[in-house]
């Protein structure tokens, strides 16, 4: 498989749950990024890894919780989530995270809390 | 700050139309710019980039040419089709710094046949 793919693609949660959402990038990257897109705000970028570490953390409420077990996996942990936590989450890989360099992204994880 | 706007959508054209998606950014300094899209159920793919004043990127009939004397990168393409229906964003980013992408609201174009 190639690119990046993003496991689930959908999830419904209720506002007690926990889950967690993946990313897996197969391009040989070492950064990698968290994005939420609502419906009525632009993308905005949540957590960015660079080598397994973080480097930001867009101001992001503890119930995200990120985790970068390796260059290749993304996986982000979701508990006590709110109805306007319902988005679609992107995951994207580059080559490094301090050069201007193209992000690739993955399809998305369709996230709605009840 | 930084930032990027994009004309509202949605942007409504009959097939073999000609395209323009205005970009305007406000940055200190001088970021690269970049048009992502985005087709129904899918996550983004990157359509071109430039990374310089006055530079054009192109691809799949697309246009856009980093202006920085009027701080845009406005999308264009000569004869849109039906399969161009999509979200498009307009993004920058600086080098030297966190890669950190600034997007747009995005844009929404449909073409009619």
């Known amino acids: 498989e190639t690119g990046v793919t993003q496991t689930p693609r959908h999830l419904v949660m209720g506002m007690t749950n926990k889950k967690s959402l993946k990313c897996e990038q197969h391009?040989?990257?070492?950064?990698m990024y968290w994005y939420k897109q609502s419906a009525k705000k632009p993308l905005e970028l949540m957590f960015v890894y660079n080598f397994k570490e973080q480097t930001e953390n867009n101001s992001v409420p503890s119930r995200f919780s990120p985790e970068c077990p390796n260059s290749s996996h993304l996986f982000l942990h979701l508990h006590t989530l709110q109805p306007e936590d319902s988005a679609l989450y992107l995951c994207?890989?580059?080559?490094?995270?301090?050069?201007?360099?193209?992000?690739?992204f993955g399809p998305g994880t369709r996230l709605l809390v009840l | 700050g930084n930032s990027v706007t994009q004309m509202e959508g949605p942007v409504t054209l009959s097939e073999e139309a000609f395209l323009t998606i205005n970009c305007t950014y406000t940055a200190t300094g001088y970021p690269s710019l970049f048009w992502y899209v985005q087709y129904p159920g899918e996550g983004l793919q990157l359509l071109l980039k430039a990374t310089k004043a006055d530079d054009k990127g192109s691809n799949k009939g697309f246009e856009a040419t980093y202006r920085k004397e009027t701080t845009s990168f406005h999308l264009e393409k000569g004869s849109v089709q039906v399969s161009d229906s999509a979200v498009y964003f307009c993004?920058?980013?600086?080098?030297?710094?966190?890669?950190?992408?600034?997007f747009g609201a995005g844009t929404r174009l449909a073409v009619h046949p």
């Open positions: 994207a890989s580059s080559p490094r995270d301090r050069e201007s360099e193209t992000q690739y």
């Open positions: 993004a920058l980013m600086f080098s030297g710094g966190y890669n950190k992408l600034i």
């Open positions: 391009l040989g990257h070492n950064a």
